[in-house]
């Protein structure tokens, strides 16, 4: 179990090196938590008023891309996202995508940063260049299958090992397949379901993509599904509880671990920000 400080208020995460990376919803700034140690120190400072930071990945380019979240929870936060350097700390990038009304999650492929919008039906993709240049942020529309909630849609992503398919989580709980070659509207799949599906009726908050398994995180726990080969189909294997925390969010892999984010959001999140309460990362053994 890996502490933060009290108030921090963490939501995402991002592995390297050894180490993990979260951000707080209060002000955006990011903790580096060393995995062997424990010992957290922050990584970067706030980026200033109207910025936090929600959903985290790095790319091979040695950068952490930080999605902003947005006023649809927080009123007075803008949306935005942000890319520093982890060697440095140095904030590269902070734009506010046009079209963007919430950016909860992020994946990065080889040529692209995507992200997850919760208040409408888009994703955001950053095009990214093989020397590492970062290009400008587009709306992709997700049509298909892709059924619009009243309010809350996208949350969690992931995205297959060769960056040509994307798994989106709905705050429903379901599951879309996405190909990540479309520029402007993508047609979703929805993926078909056995076994335990009401472990999903929590929403799909954090997504992790191991080969055919995926890992869904939301407020009780790890939900284990084994994929079909085609990724157009699941089966719900079972669910890890995860010791300690209050409200899981998210998880990123090492090793033979997930490395899971307990939000500890309280009621009506009354704990976002509260400077008694307690925050911390907890690592379980992979189901």
Known sequence: MLGLPNGFSPEGIALTGGAAYTGSLVDGSIQRVDLRTGVARQFAPSPGPGRIAV????????????????????????????????????????????????????????????????FSSVLVRVPIGDDGSIGRPRTVALGGEWTAGEGLNGNGIAATPDGRSLIVGHTSGA???????????????????????????????????????????????????????????????????????????????????????????????????????TFRIVAVPRP
């Open 55 to 118: 959903g985290m990945e790095t790319d091979r380019f040695g950068r952490l891309w930080v999605a902003g979240g947005g006023a649809g929870f927080w009123p007075g936060v803008r949306t935005t996202y942000r890319v520093y350097d982890t060697r440095t700390g140095a904030k590269l990038v902070d734009v506010e995508p046009a079209g963007a009304v919430y950016l909860n999650d992020v994946i990065v492929t080889r040529d692209a940063a995507w992200f997850t919008d919760t």
């Open 175 to 277: 599951l879309y397949l996405v190909p990540a070659g479309a520029h402007d509207r993508a047609r979703a799949r929805r993926i078909s379901l056995s076994g335990d599906e009401a472990a999903l009726a929590a929403g799909a908050d954090g997504l992790v993509l191991d080969g055919r398994t995926l890992y869904v995180v939301g407020p009780t726990g790890v939900v284990d599904i084994r994929l079909s080969p085609s990724l157009t189909a699941g089966r719900v294997l079972g669910v890890t509880e995860v010791p300690g925390a209050a409200w899981p969010t998210t998880a990123a892999a090492f090793g033979d671990r997930l490395y899971v984010v307990d939000a500890n959001f309280g009621e009506d999140l009354v704990n976002v920000g509260n400077p008694d309460a």
